[in-house]
């Protein structure tokens, strides 16, 4: 969160200042109708372009996102003519003298080794051709050149080349927080792959055997455990989307459950209380499954010999802006201490794993006071609650997954 935040005060920065610098160049004495001053204006109006060009930025350097976001960069600049550039061609050409693009990607060769800016005279026959002079600014990311931000301009202008060199600035700032993006988005489906990866081998074989006792005495329910086997493995293997709704998730679990309950019998009862409206929330995928197995794990197969019985209840319920879910279970629970531990990532005990990965999930997607919150003693079973805003930007369900 930090390097988030400091890398939107290098974004913001910038650009203020070439506000303030605008608004003191076109100052005059009366203000502006109810907008203050100009150079409260002009920063304001800088502000507000560049808020418009920094989406497209945001999904990094391309064809499309230059297109979109080219008009307002040369807004900003004010200048006749700006092209976006990658290091093998010219992305988008936004002004006059697009027949100056072989031009310039000759003269890029030297600006995107160093990665220094540049100015420089174009050749140019036509006297109908406004540009006459280019203020080059290589975009930079991780001292890596990923391309560079051209301005084209009538005549030399000092001011212009730093003004050139600040916008590139921003731009590059924007592109480094759209490979963060892809960063998390990798590191999230890692998460999602370390999950899927837990899906005990020992659940699988157990399942597999308690449809097979099933073949001989009661075909009708081996083959309705094999097609609860068959939606619960799809689910969890399916490969669209990072987001999935609560209702799939809990169809999910009831999978898992009707499963489970076949090789338990009477020893596992479920509860269920789940209100309609919460159903369509969008949830991170294979969130809720892990903390049902964990409290399968220690509330019924944690327990000592001989064996007891366990009761785990599940609970989602509307709460104005998000919805709460609990999952219960009254088995042996856990000491504070080592939950801590786990969540920590500094004990990994059969199951931890799959607490720590969720409750990190759900902080990076939600934030830090949307982590796992867990009440347990040892003896006295586990209580987990997940709060999940109902909305909540880039969250989107991927749609229903159905039976084949």
């Known amino acids: 969160m930090s390097d988030f935040l400091a890398g939107l005060c290098v974004a913001v920065l910038p650009v203020l200042a070439l506000g303030v610098w605008l608004g003191r160049r076109t100052a005059r ?127 030399e202008s000092a001011v212009l080349v730093r003004a050139a060199g600040e916008v590139a600035r921003w731009v590059s700032v924007q592109l480094e927080l759209a490979d963060l993006d892809r960063s998390r988005t990798r590191l999230i489906e890692a998460e999602i792959k370390a999950l899927r990866a837990q899906i005990s081998p020992h659940f699988i074989f157990n399942s597999l055997a308690v449809i097979a006792s099933f073949v001989r005495t009661d075909p009708e329910r081996a083959r309705e455990l094999l097609l609860e086997f068959a939606d619960f493995t799809r689910y969890s293997f399916r490969r669209h989307g990072d987001f999935t709704t609560l209702a799939d998730e809990l169809h999910a679990i009831d999978h898992y459950l009707a499963l489970v309950r076949a090789r338990f019998g009477d020893r596992l009862s479920v509860t269920l209380q789940i209100a309609p409206e919460v159903l369509p929330v969008a949830l991170p995928f294979l969130c809720l499954q892990p903390l049902v197995e964990n409290a399968v794990k220690h509330g019924l197969e944690g327990k000592a010999v001989p064996p007891g019985k366990c009761h785990i209840q599940i609970t989602a319920q509307d709460a104005g802006a998000e919805a709460l879910v609990v999952i219960e279970d009254d088995g042996a629970g856990m000491d504070p201490g080592l939950l801590r531990r786990i969540l920590a990532r500094e004990a990994s005990p059969s199951g931890g794993i799959g607490l720590s990965n969720v409750d990190d999930r759900l902080r990076q997607v939600y934030g830090d006071d949307h982590g796992l919150v867990i009440e347990t003693a040892v003896g006295a079973g586990m209580k987990i609650t997940v709060r999940l805003p109902k909305y909540q930007p880039g969250v989107h369900s991927a749609g229903r997954l159905t039976r084949e």
């Open 29 to 155: 004495a009366d203000s502006l109708a109810g907008l203050g001053t100009p150079v409260e204006h002009a920063t304001f109006e800088t502000l507000h372009t560049a808020s418009l060009a920094a989406p497209p930025l945001r999904a990094g350097l391309t064809e499309e996102t230059a297109r979109k976001s080219a008009r307002k960069l040369r807004s900003l600049l004010g200048t006749d003519a700006l092209c976006l550039t990658d290091r093998e061609q010219v992305l988008v050409w936004d002004g006059d003298g697009a027949h100056h693009r072989t031009e310039i990607m000759e003269r890029l060769a030297g600006p995107l080794d160093t990665g220094r800016g540049e100015a420089f005279a174009l050749t140019c026959d036509r006297l109908d051709c406004s540009v006459r002079w280019a203020v080059v600014a290589p975009l930079t990311v991780d001292d890596r050149v990923h391309g560079a931000l051209v301005a084209c301009a009538p005549r």
